[in-house]
């Protein structure tokens, strides 16, 4: 097993906003010295993120981060402070907290885990299934080292409230908009945030969601749900969860 860290690198259209776009990922293999930086291709999504970012600027903003983690690539084992090399971004980029996890030697980490946090720069075809993103976001809750549970909750009349995971008091609901029709998901919004209101007292209620969507009815699940709970997009809501629990 290799033991390993990484981060994401996220973009904020200016250094007060909380809306933020995932642009990287830094990697930090602990038992080889291994450093890798990934970053995203798909420029036009981030263009219409921010569209008076200069585009040239970030790309070679980027490749400059690149050049810097893996430089001296046949010498793995000098000295690298992740924490170090990432508490320096603190305007509009920065990078979330460190995670550290164990991978198995013969696993592309480093692939799996850029298409989990960076998912809209590959076509549909090349993300992870759902059965693998359910698998990495089990591993990357556990790397905590906080225990956590998939337990049916008594809602307020006795009945089971079936969140997907529950980490002290939070409890994590994810709605998966993949290849779904998001009307139909509308009465199920409303079932959540009916349960989320009645166990507001006992539970941080957190819902997670999977897909970018703009579709109106896509925005009225969000309008139904945001009034009763805390939503964030999959990534960002697992960089809150493990920043809560930590």
């Known amino acids: 097993m290799y033991q390993i860290k990484y981060a994401a690198l996220k973009y904020y259209n200016n250094v007060i906003s909380e809306e933020c776009l995932y642009i990287g990922m830094l990697f930090y293999n602990l038992t080889t010295g291994k450093r890798d930086f990934r970053y995203i ?58 995670t550290t996890m ?58 089971n409230v079936n969140f997907d995971y529950v980490i002290g008091d939070i409890a994590i609901k994810i709605f998966s908009f993949k290849e779904k029709n998001a009307s139909k998901l509308i009465p199920s919004a409303k079932q959540w945030a009916f349960s989320a209101e009645e166990l507001k007292d006992k539970y941080e209620i957190v819902f997670l969601y999977d897909d970018d969507d703009d579709s109106p009815q896509f925005k009225i699940i969000m309008r139904i749900l945001e009034k009763h709970a805390k939503v964030y997009q999959l990534q960002a809501g697992l960089d809150y969860v493990l920043k809560a629990i930590s």
């Open 41 to 98: 291709s798909n420029f036009r999504r981030f263009q219409s993120f921010d569209d008076e970012a200069d585009i040239d600027f970030v790309k070679a903003y980027l490749l400059g981060i690149k050049q810097q983690v893996e430089e001296n690539i046949f010498n793995y084992k000098m000295d690298f402070s992740m924490s170090d090399f990432t508490k320096i971004y603190v305007n509009e980029f920065r990078f979330s907290d460190i």
């Open 102 to 159: 164990e991978v198995a030697e013969d696993e592309d980490y480093v692939e799996n885990l850029t298409k989990m946090y960076l998912k809209f720069d590959f076509n549909k075809a090349k993300r992870l299934s759902n059965s693998e993103e359910k698998k990495y976001i089990r591993r990357i809750l556990s790397s905590s080292n906080i225990e956590f549970s998939t337990p049916k909750i008594s809602g307020a009349y006795e009945e």
